[in-house]
């Protein structure tokens, strides 16, 4: 069975500096999807970033980019110049190519200091 | 544009009361629709999905049913509502492998 990985239960970083957020995952097969996932106050789940692994090319959306390193099954999340909105709950996920289940990983609570 | 909607948003119900939480999907068709469970604090669990009409998957076994009498239409339910089926309850849609999470319903059971 799949399993993610967020060893960071918590990290905080200073406005406008950057912040990485670690995931591992654990899988046998080769073709999958990757996510990152944000949960603010309000507790909605908002998609912030999309993996396929056969890309090679790491993801980016704005101020957010992805580190993929699929032999090491590793996939985290960096912010760059990071605001006080990004203060949240930061999930990891993972989706098999052939099943629908999506395996999330425990979160990791983001502190933004002014 | 799709968007996806949950009520209602907060309930407070008694131990062995029924429940009943509604999920409907705007602007797509046939997509897979799935229900999660998240306790305080903690990472989403699966506890059904759907990939069309009147077909239901669960993924764990519990106090807890689902159905999907339309397309666009996800319910869950339950006859008797137990102390440990508190929690936020987060329905979510997709048509390829991406997600989409509606805004939940905070459930608390006294």
């Known amino acids: 069975a799949q399993t993610v990985t967020q060893s960071q239960p918590e990290m905080s970083v200073q406005e406008a500096e950057t912040v990485t957020l670690s995931c591992t995952y654990d899988?046998?097969?080769?073709?999958?999807?990757l996510f990152w996932y944000k949960q603010p106050p309000s507790r909605q789940m908002i998609l912030v970033i999309r993996?396929?692994?056969?890309?090679?090319q790491n993801a980016t959306e704005n101020r957010f980019s992805v580190n993929f390193q699929k032999a090491a099954k590793s996939f985290s999340l960096k912010i760059s110049d990071s605001q006080l909105g990004d203060a949240a709950m930061y999930f990891c996920?993972?989706?098999?190519?052939?099943?629908?289940?999506?395996?999330f990983g425990e979160g990791t609570q983001l502190t933004v200091n002014p | 544009s799709q968007t996806i909607h949950q009520w209602p948003a907060t309930l407070v119900q008694p131990v062995g009361s029924p429940l009943s939480l509604e999920c409907t999907v705007e602007g797509t068709s046939n997509p897979n629709l799935y229900w999660y469970r998240q306790a305080a604090g903690r990472g989403l669990q699966l506890l059904f999905y759907s990939v069309g009409i009147g077909q239901i998957s669960s993924e764990v076994p519990q106090n807890l049913s689902a159905s999907r009498p339309q397309d666009r239409q996800f319910i869950l339910s339950s006859k008797k509502l137990l102390l440990s089926d508190s929690g936020f309850y987060l329905c979510?849609?997709?048509?390829?492998?991406?997600?989409?999470f509606g805004p939940g319903t905070r459930l608390l059971v006294l």
């Open positions: 979510a849609w997709s048509v390829a492998e991406t997600q989409y």
């Open positions: 899988t046998s097969e080769s073709d999958y999807y």
């Open positions: 993996q396929e692994a056969y890309k090679q």
């Open positions: 996920a993972y989706r098999s190519r052939l099943w629908v289940r999506l395996t």
